[in-house]
Every structure is written in structure tokens, then in C-alpha cells.
């Protein structure tokens, strides 16, 4: 196994050809206010396999692929089921 980083993150945009935004959610205590914060980055990532948006997807550090592109999609942890009435229309 290599050391690269490793992270799992949410895919909100598939628009770009063989490109994913992945937005990284993490939760953390505030060391000194000990409340529960949330923070997320959105980054973009190299796609082979092909996401959808809402997917769950692991992605793995990789060369500067691109000037914004430092990552790739290495697997679908969770598919998102879409069904035919959720949409822009509503």
C-alpha cells in the first residue's frame, strides 16, 4: 500500500468532462469553546468510473493533473438513488 492521503467526500457537480467537485465535510470539537463545529472544502477531482452527483466517493492524492486538480476518484463508496420526480422542476 502507498502513503498517499486518502479522504471520502460527497460529489456536488459533474459538469466538467472526467472532473468532480467533491465536497470534504469533517467534524470537530473547538478547543477552546468545546462546541461541536463543522467545516467543508469543495475539490476537484479526476473521474474515470463516472459519479453522479451525491455519490459518496473516496479520493486519493495524486500528481497536479491540472491547475486545480490535485486529486482523483479511486472508488464509489455509496451510490445515490435518484428517483424520477426529485428535480430542477419542482
Not at 471520502?8 to 459533474?14: A, L, M, P, R, Y
Not at 479520493?59 to 464509489?76: C, D, F
Request: positive net charge; aromatic residues 4%; contains cysteine.
Amino acid at each position: 500500500m502507498n502513503n498517499r492521503r486518502r479522504m471520502t467526500g460527497v460529489v456536488t457537480s459533474n459538469k466538467m468532462t472526467k472532473t468532480v467537485v467533491v465536497e470534504i465535510t469533517r467534524k470537530f470539537r473547538h478547543p477552546l469553546y468545546k462546541k461541536v463545529v463543522y467545516s467543508s472544502k469543495r475539490v476537484k477531482a479526476h473521474d474515470e468510473i463516472g459519479c453522479q452527483i451525491g455519490d459518496e466517493v473516496q479520493i486519493v492524492e495524486t500528481r497536479p493533473l491540472s491547475r486545480e486538480k490535485r486529486w482523483a476518484v479511486e472508488s464509489v463508496v455509496k451510490r445515490e438513488t435518484r428517483t424520477a420526480d426529485q428535480g430542477v422542476g419542482e
